[in-house]
């Protein structure tokens, strides 16, 4: 991720990324807790420092202050930092059943236990590639193979024995070869990471990868307002 924080977003890199949005998660906090109820804003952190707050920069209390503050990420770090801080942690759209029953959920159990909290009290939201035709299978594939040659998210691959597969994607897109990319991707691993099917299994697909592993769902998928609202409006009633 060191070179997106660099060169797409032109920010330094802390070479702590975990610990740095920990640090923001509380700062934000603070600042929260200085609006709401007037305590001496006074957060000082590695990565972050505030301490001065005037009454013309603070805004009024609001009438839900517990705003849930969720985190992303893939690794198993991010995960329990989740566990650890936040109400509610996103899954990356590449994933899996396996990973998110060995690595995701247990590693958010186990931050949640290090802070003294229960894993209930972090919501886990998630989205799935879905593919409903034979277009959409291959774009979904080239998605997979993008996603895939991160080396931060080797760990998933890994876990399924695709690692190889994994690093040559990696070598593939640091010659700027994408259009080779998808080609790796077999179809067990579409498999792995996306449902692929039609309208009318596409909501039972979900329902057994998913069940019991997220509380929120969400498709990747385009979406355009009049287009194929009334599949959407189907699968999302049999999914409630």
Not at 165 to 194: C, H, K, Y
Not at 201 to 220: H, I
């Amino acid at each position: 991720m060191k070179p997106h924080i660099e060169r797409r977003f032109g920010l330094p890199w802390s070479g702590k990324p975990v610990a740095q949005l920990r640090e923001f998660v509380l700062a934000m906090r603070a600042a929260w807790e200085c609006w709401q109820n007037g305590t001496k804003l006074n957060f000082r952190g590695e990565h972050y420092k505030l301490t001065l707050m005037t009454p013309f920069f603070s805004p009024e209390p609001i009438e839900h202050p517990a705003i849930p503050v969720y985190v992303a990420g893939v690794g198993a770090p991010l995960c329990r930092l989740a566990g650890e801080v936040a109400d509610g942690f996103v899954v990356h759209p590449l994933n899996s059943r396996k990973y998110l029953a060995e690595v995701v959920r247990p590693a958010i159990e186990e931050g949640a236990k290090r802070a003294g909290r229960s894993a209930r009290d972090v919501a886990v939201s998630g989205s799935v590639f879905v593919a409903l035709n034979d277009a959409e299978r291959e774009s979904v594939r080239a998605q997979i193979s993008f996603y895939a040659s991160t080396p931060s998210y080797r760990t998933l691959l890994d876990l399924h024995g695709w690692g190889e597969i994994g690093e040559q994607l990696s070598a593939l897109a640091s010659r700027g070869r994408w259009s080779e990319m998808p080609a790796l991707v077999t179809d067990a691993m579409l498999s792995a990471f996306a449902v692929v099917g039609t309208w009318d299994d596409a909501a039972d697909e979900v329902r057994a990868r998913y069940e019991g592993l997220v509380d929120r769902m969400a498709f990747y998928r385009p979406f355009t307002p009049g287009v194929e609202e009334d599949h959407w409006r189907r699968v999302a009633s049999q999914l409630r």
